[in-house]
C-alpha cells in the first residue's frame, strides 16, 4: 500500500490490486459542500443480495459489508461493519464519484482522479 495526500486526507493505494481504502471520515473530508455530503451520504445502502466475494476490513480483519452507493448507476463497494473506513475496487471511486453530480470544480475531486485515472491506464 502506498499513501498519497491529498490537502489533509491520507489515502491508501494499493498498488497490487489498485484499491482505494478510505479510513472514516475521509471521505466526507474530499466533499466540500453540505449538499455533496448529504447526497453521497444518504445513498449508501447495505446490499444483502451481493454474491460478490467479501473483502476483509484492512483494521480490524472482519468482514465487510457491501454497500451499494449512487441513484441510477449503482456501485458495490466495501464498508467495514464497525465503521473503520470504506475499500474501493479499482476504478470504483472515480465511478462514485462520476454517478453523484458533485462540483466538477472540486479541486480534491479532480486532482483524485487525475491521480486513479493515471494510475488506472498504467
Ligand atoms: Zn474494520
Redesign the pocket.
Known amino acids: 500500500m502506498v499513501v498519497f495526500e491529498l490537502d489533509e486526507v491520507e489515502i491508501d493505494h494499493c498498488l497490487g490490486c489498485r484499491g482505494i481504502w478510505l479510513d472514516s471520515g475521509e471521505l466526507e473530508l474530499l466533499l466540500e459542500s453540505v449538499q455533496e455530503k448529504n447526497q453521497v451520504l444518504t445513498s449508501f445502502e447495505i446490499d444483502k443480495t451481493s454474491h460478490e466475494k467479501k473483502r ?7 468482514k ?1 459489508d457491501k454497500v451499494s452507493w449512487g441513484k441510477d448507476k449503482k456501485v458495490l463497494i466495501d464498508k ?6 470504506i475499500w474501493f475496487d479499482a476504478g470504483e471511486l472515480c465511478e462514485v464519484i462520476d454517478t453523484v453530480s458533485i462540483d466538477r470544480n472540486n479541486k480534491i475531486i479532480s486532482m483524485l482522479k487525475d491521480v486513479f485515472r493515471n494510475s488506472l491506464t498504467k
Do not use: A, S, V, Y
Open positions: 476483509k476490513c484492512p483494521i480490524c480483519l472482519k465487510m467495514c461493519r464497525n465503521g473503520d473506513g
